[in-house]
């Protein structure tokens, strides 16, 4: 069994095309990546979309955004490259905060 385990990564490595190409990397946005929220506060009020969030980052130059829904419980640690959107039940946001 151990003899099969350690061959299995070398069994799946034969399962690629010699001509794939590599995965790209994502690339990272332009800019420090600091968040500021002030920014986006205009968007308080408005649907919690995909679209609305590509703005949210496009206007708090946050580099990652995390969407609170309603009751969600959050990790304390303090990311200042981060926006997070909470919004209601009825999915309208309610708040745009870095962190």
């Known amino acids: ?5 350690a061959t299995l990564p070398f069994l799946l490595a034969g399962c690629t095309a010699a001509n794939e190409e590599p995965q790209t990397p ?11 929220a002030a920014a ?21 130059g946050a580099d990652t955004l995390r969407w609170g829904p ?3 419980m ?3 640690d303090y990311r200042p490259d981060r926006v997070t959107v909470m ?4 999915m309208m946001i309610t708040q745009i905060k870095c962190g």
């Open 1 to 5: 069994m151990k003899s099969l385990l």
């Open 70 to 72: 309603p009751g969600a």
């Open 87 to 90: 919004y209601d039940d009825a």
């Open 40 to 60: 986006a506060q205009s968007l308080v009020g408005e649907r919690a979309t995909s679209e609305t969030g590509g703005r949210v980052l496009s206007l708090t």
């Open 26 to 36: 994502v690339a990272v946005p332009d800019g420090d990546g600091k968040c500021e």
């Open 74 to 76: 959050f990790t304390m």
